[in-house]
């Protein structure tokens, strides 16, 4: 999953799309270390554990969860990975475009 997700960071950089990490490994000195170790350059949310508040509050029960919204903050999809979560990055971003 990491590779596919730097992957799709890098070819939509100019593209009105954002990746963020909500991070429950621990503190952000372990976090930042685990970032770095995996070169992780989106940006990241510190929750400090599975019961952190962000988890709590989006109802995380799993790791990782993902949740892909639209433009308009409307969650469209959850848990897609890779090739699937691709697909449904770019069906959002040509729905955007032709809205405008």
């Known amino acids: 999953m990491l590779p596919h997700e730097k992957s799709l960071v890098e070819r939509l950089k100019d593209k009105p799309f954002a990746l963020l990490g909500i991070n429950s490994d621990g503190d952000a000195a372990k976090v930042r270390a685990i970032l770095a170790e995996q070169g992780i350059s989106w940006r990241q949310a ?55």
């Open 46 to 100: 510190i929750d400090g554990s599975t019961e952190g508040p962000l988890a709590t509050r989006w109802n995380v029960r799993g790791w990782p969860t993902i949740y892909i919204l639209d433009h308009k903050g409307v969650i469209r999809y959850r848990d897609l990975r890779d090739a699937e979560m691709e697909e449904a990055v770019m069906k959002l971003l040509a729905e955007m475009e032709a809205a405008k």
